[in-house]
C-alpha cells in the first residue's frame, strides 16, 4: 500500500498511523542498531544501495537477490493467526525476529508489498502480553528471551508508526527489563542463575532501541545508567589481552543444547564477542577503542563459514551488525566472507525456496522462521550504506 493511501481496512487505519517523522540517529537510538526504515514509501531493495552504487549492481538487485527470496520465504511462512512458529516452543521470539527482519529491510506497516504481513504480525506480538505485562514462554530463560525480542520488535514498530497502544506495551516491557538489571550491571536468565553477557546484550538492544524521546518517558535516565552498566559489565568478562569476552566469567564459552557441542563446538564461534561488541558501540563507546579493535580482530580470525563446525546465525548476526559499525579493513573482510556465505547457505529451489538452511546451534532448534529471519537481516546489511548510531551521527559508508 502506497503512503498516503487509504486502507481498506478500518482496524488497520486506526492502529497503524504512519508518523512522517522516521527516526535518525539524532532522534533515535538504534533501528535494529543498523537498519534504516524505507522513507519514501515506495520500496525496493535497490533502495538499500548507495546512490553512487554502479548501474549493473541496482540492475541485479532490482531483478532478484537472496533478500528477495528470504523475505518472500519469511512472509510464506506466517500462520492464520499473524504469527510465526517455532519448533521449540518460542512462537514471541520467532515472531519477533521475522517482523524485526521485515522493517529492517526497509518494509513497513504502511508501505512495500509486505505492509499487511507486518500488521498482523505486530498486533498478535502485542496481543501476547497479559495484563501483569507476561509475554511468551512461561519458564526462564524462554522467557526473558521472549520478552526482550518482543520489546525489541514493538519498539521499532512504534518508531515508525508512533501509535499509542504499541507504546504502551513498548514501554511496559522495556520498564520491566530496566528492573530486572543486576547489581553488577548484567541480566540473568533466570532468578537462580548469575547474569551472562548474551542475555545481557538482548537485554541492551531492547533498551536501546526504546532510546526516542517519548517511548522511555520518565524512564528515560534510568535506561541510559543501565545502558552504561550492562556496558561496564561486559568490560568485566573481558580478556584485556585478546578481546574476547566470556558468557558468565572471562574466558568460558556460549552455552550449547545437548548434543550440538560435538556439532558445533563453542570454542570455535564468538557469538557472545560479538554481541558484546556491538553493544559497547552502542553505549557509546569509539569504534577505535583497544578494546573494540581487539574484539575485531578476533572475529575477523574466525570469518564466516556455511559448511564448517564454525556455523552459527547468531555469530553471523552480531557479528555483522558489530564489524559494520566499526567499519575499515575488519568489515571488508567480514562483509566479503559474509555475503557470499551467508548466500550459500540459503535454500533456492524447491517448496522451501528462500529459506536458511537450519545450521548452527540456535537456529537449528527454533526451526525455519527463525533461521530465515536471521539470515534475512544479516543479508540486509550487505545492501546497507548509511550507519546509524546513537549517540552520535549518522555515517556514509
Known sequence: MARGSTPTNMEHRDTFTLDRRYRTAGAAAMVLLLFPLASNGAWSPANLLPADAPQE?????????????????????????????????GHVASSSLAVLAFLGA??????????????????????????????GRPKPPSALHDRMLCALALSEA????????????????????????????????????GPDALVTAWAMMAIGSARTDDLLGE????????????????????????GRVGLSLPGTAAPRNPGAEERFPAALTEEVTAAAMAMRVLAGEGENSPALVRAATLLNRNLPRSDAPSTNQLYWYFGTIALFQV??????????????????????????SGMWKRRGPWSGPSGDATATALGTMCIAVCYRDTEVLAPGPVRQR
Not at 69 to 84: N, V
Not at 164 to 176: G, S
Open 106 to 135: 526497509g518494509h513497513g506497516p504502511r508501505h512495500g508489498p509486505y505492509n499487511l504481513k507486518l500488521r498482523r504480525g505486530i498486533s498478535w506480538l502485542k496481543k501476547q502480553i497479559d495484563e501483569n505485562g507476561h509475554v
Open 158 to 193: 512504534y518508531g515508525m508508526t508512533r501509535y499509542r497502544l504499541l507504546k504502551a506495551a513498548a514501554h511496559k516491557l522495556v520498564a520491566d527489563i530496566v528492573a530486572a538489571q543486576e547489581q553488577n550491571g548484567g541480566w540473568a536468565p533466570h532468578p537462580d542463575a
Open 327 to 352: 567499519g575499515g579493513k575488519s568489515w571488508d573482510s567480514w562483509h566479503a566472507a559474509m555475503k557470499s556465505e551467508i548466500a550459500a547457505s540459503q535454500i533456492t529451489i524447491g517448496e522451501r
Open 57 to 89: 549492481e541496482i540492475q541485479s538487485v532490482r531483478t532478484i537477490t537472496p533478500l528477495d527470496r528470504g523475505l518472500k520465504a519469511l512472509a510464506g511462512m506466517q500462520q492464520k493467526d499473524g504469527s510465526w512458529h517455532a519448533d521449540d516452543g
Open 219 to 242: 524512564l528515560r535516565v534510568e535506561a541510559e545508567l543501565a545502558l552504561k552498566r550492562g556496558a561496564q559489565f561486559l568490560d568485566t568478562l573481558t580478556d584485556q589481552e585478546t
